[in-house]
């Protein structure tokens, strides 16, 4: 079993859609909980960083963890072409070694 | 936010020869570092954690003496693929740990090895 499951994709939805990505973990050892963006042939850049159960927002992107269920989302409200990437979701221990979902692609179409 | 470089951006060698990756923290120090290998449409893997002064730990099936990693300083980290095959193409991508404010890792905009 993975580590950490996260569906390929590719995903598909119009502009201005919300959009839901989710990631599933094995380990209740992991404490922090993260999501990359990371465009074609770029390094990840981080989008969201939480710690503990609940819900984060920063502007349009809202991430939610529940450990209980070993769940992990990321919800982008109103998207925008400008958000087609792929999303990947990372856990970790105590913020050393990531590991990391196998990402999956969104693309929204205008 | 912490910024993170990689030098090159790109490279294409012939097999058998020696290709070395910068990665440099440009505002930060990073006392830890990390060297990353990306598939196309794949997740990433981590290679091994290097930290400053110290000799770098490599994940399991990582061969150390080919990929060899340095990181002699707070702000620089070097991979080392040597004797480098086709197989060996990949997109490396490094990262480094920030510590001031929370504990992160940031990431630089990798690096495209293509070995003929």
């Known amino acids: 079993q993975k580590e950490v499951e996260q569906d390929p994709g590719p995903l598909s939805v119009p502009e201005g859609a919300i959009v839901s990505l989710n990631c599933t973990y094995s380990n209740s050892a992991f404490q922090y909980f993260m999501w990359y963006r990371q465009y074609s042939r770029k390094g990840p850049e981080l989008l969201m960083y939480?710690?503990?159960?609940g819900n984060k927002e920063d502007g349009r992107f809202t991430a939610q963890v529940d450990k209980s269920s070993k769940y992990i989302s990321l919800f982008i409200r109103d998207s925008q072409p400008s958000d087609s990437a792929t999303y990947l979701c990372?856990?970790?221990?105590?913020?050393?070694?990531?590991?990391f979902g196998q990402g999956t692609r969104l693309t929204i179409n205008p | 936010g912490a910024v993170v470089s990689q030098h090159p951006s790109r490279v294409i060698c012939k097999s058998g020869t020696s290709v070395k990756i910068e990665c440099r923290s440009l505002d930060f120090q990073a006392t830890t570092m990390f060297w990353y290998r990306q598939f196309p449409k794949k997740s990433l893997m981590l290679m091994a954690t290097s930290n400053e002064g110290s000799k770098a730990t490599y994940e399991q099936g990582v061969e150390k003496d080919k990929f060899l990693i340095n990181h002699a300083s707070l702000t620089l980290s070097t991979l080392t693929v040597t004797s480098a095959h086709p197989e060996d193409s990949s997109f490396y991508i490094c990262?480094?740990?920030?510590?001031?404010?929370?504990?992160?890792?940031?990431f630089g905009p990798g690096t495209r090895l293509t070995v003929l």
């Open positions: 939480t710690y503990s159960s």
């Open positions: 990262s480094a740990r920030e510590r001031r404010v929370r504990d992160e890792q940031f």
């Open positions: 990372a856990v970790s221990r105590g913020a050393q070694k990531l590991v």
